[in-house]
């Protein structure tokens, strides 16, 4: 494939309407509510820019992958990691057609909306169920509360999202959710 078409299909995927969804990703552990809001409330609709050290576009796959300094935005929402890998469905010769399915984010995973900041090891961003997880050391930070735990997802249709504890290595449910909810000051 000629440089011709790669430049118009990373244009095509930027420009691309997006719904969003979630890989079930197999940590087990207890569930419990966490204050991921901001994050909840983003516009999956949004084009999506991008910027990497490197991009790969395999079409017949259907993927592209981007490595090195990955940083991908989506409105005020924005992912940073090692290396992604952008799966969509659509094209068949017309680009105009290409609709993001999914992103896989791994290596030092960071999503960052307004005043909260999410991190992890791996992160999935899928566009048709329109959730977000991010897994394995996951870290929450935000004004509201602060968090660590195995799994987090965040729900971009319900505005919810659902920490959930480390899992030991055999698979068993062990690990907790901890964190710290801030307390207002009296004026």
Not at 20 to 30: E, N, R, T, Y
Not at 103 to 131: H, P, S
Request: glycine content about 10%.
């Amino acid at each position: 494939m000629s440089f011709a078409p790669h430049r118009h299909l990373m244009r095509r995927l930027r420009r691309a309407s997006l719904p969003v969804c979630i890989m079930a990703l197999a940590f087990g552990g207890s569930a419990s509510p966490t204050p991921a809001q901001d994050v909840a409330r983003h516009d999956s609709s949004a084009p999506v820019d991008y910027a990497a050290d490197r991009i790969e576009v395999l079409d017949k796959a259907q993927r592209v992958m981007l490595s090195g300094n990955v940083d991908i935005t989506q409105k005020d929402l924005r992912l940073r990691a090692a290396r992604t890998i952008v799966s969509y469905t659509g094209g068949n010769g017309n680009y105009g057609d290409v609709k993001i399915d999914r992103i896989v984010a791994t290596g030092n995973v960071e999503i960052l909306r307004g005043d909260e900041k999410v991190w992890g090891d791996v992160a999935v961003y899928d566009f048709a169920r329109r959730v977000i997880t991010v897994a394995g050391n996951v870290r929450l930070q935000n004004a509201r509360a602060n968090g660590t735990g195995g799994r987090l997802v965040i729900d971009l249709d319900q505005h919810t999202s659902q920490f959930v504890g480390q899992s030991s290595a055999e698979g068993a449910a062990g690990g907790r959710v901890k964190g710290t909810f801030n307390v207002k000051k009296k004026d």
